[in-house]
């Protein structure tokens, strides 16, 4: 894992016609490649960067992240630095077009990054350089970090979109920074489907990690947020979790 501390800056670019960014656009069988790399082109994605937590098997280049159905990768967007989603070649996804309808819902109401170009194959959008949630947790969770979490849920709920794995958060949900005033997004809305269960799927899955029980009160105040789902019902839920992680710091395992 790179530290989130290291910035674009000190990363190597390379040229979309490079072997290293035509591996990783066609990772991992190696074919349509180039017919990726001449699309960015068109689109104005001007460099990919070697910059993100793990390295590309084969391809020789850092990514911001690698899922079960794609590659993210670093670039250069009309110098700015932009996340770009590839499906890969081995997903059992068909399309990242819904993904990219989905980002552009929830990114307006303030839960996802916000996605600059979409289709079936490639989704841009903004890149959230700061830590994944799992990254938080092994120096010890925060307080800010899980009150900056439960706020995107919430905004994920005033959309009506439920997120299905949000009660496995550690790398959907990703931090603008390392520190106190820093912005929880949530990425990858591969599964998800339609209510108003994001918040409490994210205590449902975090607060156990963390040794914390959830308790009768807690799940009472959940119920009358599912079924409400009003601002006065999340400020209860949110008044509690403060409560219960003030002064502390959690170092659950995302296992
Ligand atoms: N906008 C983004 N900015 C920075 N990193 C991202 C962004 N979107 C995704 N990632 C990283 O890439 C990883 C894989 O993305 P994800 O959307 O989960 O892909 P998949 O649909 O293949 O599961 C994430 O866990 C995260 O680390
Ligand atoms: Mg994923």
């Not at 960067?49 to 098997?57: A, I």
């Not at 916000?114 to 949630?133: F, K, N, Q, S, T």
């Not at 979490?149 to 994920?156: G, I, K």
Request: with cysteine; proline share 4%; charged share 25%.
């Amino acid at each position: 894992m790179v530290s989130h501390r290291v910035t674009p800056l000190a990363s190597l670019e390379y040229d979309l016609s490079s072997p290293q960014v035509l591996l990783a656009l066609c990772y991992p069988s190696g074919e349509g490649c180039s017919e990726k790399a001449s699309r960015l082109s068109r689109i104005g994605v001007e460099k990919v960067l070697s910059f993100g937590r793990s390295e590309l098997p084969l391809a020789g280049i850092r990514v911001l992240g690698k899922g079960h159905s794609s590659v993210v990768l670093a670039a250069l967007l009309e110098e700015r630095v932009v996340a770009v989603k590839v499906r890969r070649a081995d997903s059992k996804r068909r399309s990242l077009f819904r993904e990219g309808e989905l980002l552009q819902l929830t990114s307006r109401a303030g839960a996802a990054p916000r996605p600059l170009y979409w289709d079936d194959e490639i989704v841009i959008m903004e890149a959230v350089l700061g830590p994944e949630l799992r990254e938080l947790m092994e120096e010890g969770l925060e307080s800010w970090a899980i009150a900056e979490a439960l706020w995107a849920a919430r905004a994920l709920d005033v959309t009506n979109v439920e997120h299905l794995e949000i009660n496995r958060p550690w790398r959907s949900v990703m931090f603008s920074g390392a520190h106190r005033g820093a912005k929880a997004l949530i990425v990858d809305y591969e599964s998800s489907s339609e209510g108003c269960s994001n918040v409490p799927s994210l205590i449902g899955g975090l607060l156990p990690r963390m040794g914390v029980a959830v308790g009768e009160d807690l799940r009472e105040l959940l119920r009358r947020y599912k079924a409400e789902c009003s601002l006065r019902a999340f400020r209860e839920v949110e008044k509690f979790i403060a409560y219960l992680t003030e002064q502390r710091r959690f170092s659950g395992s995302e296992a």
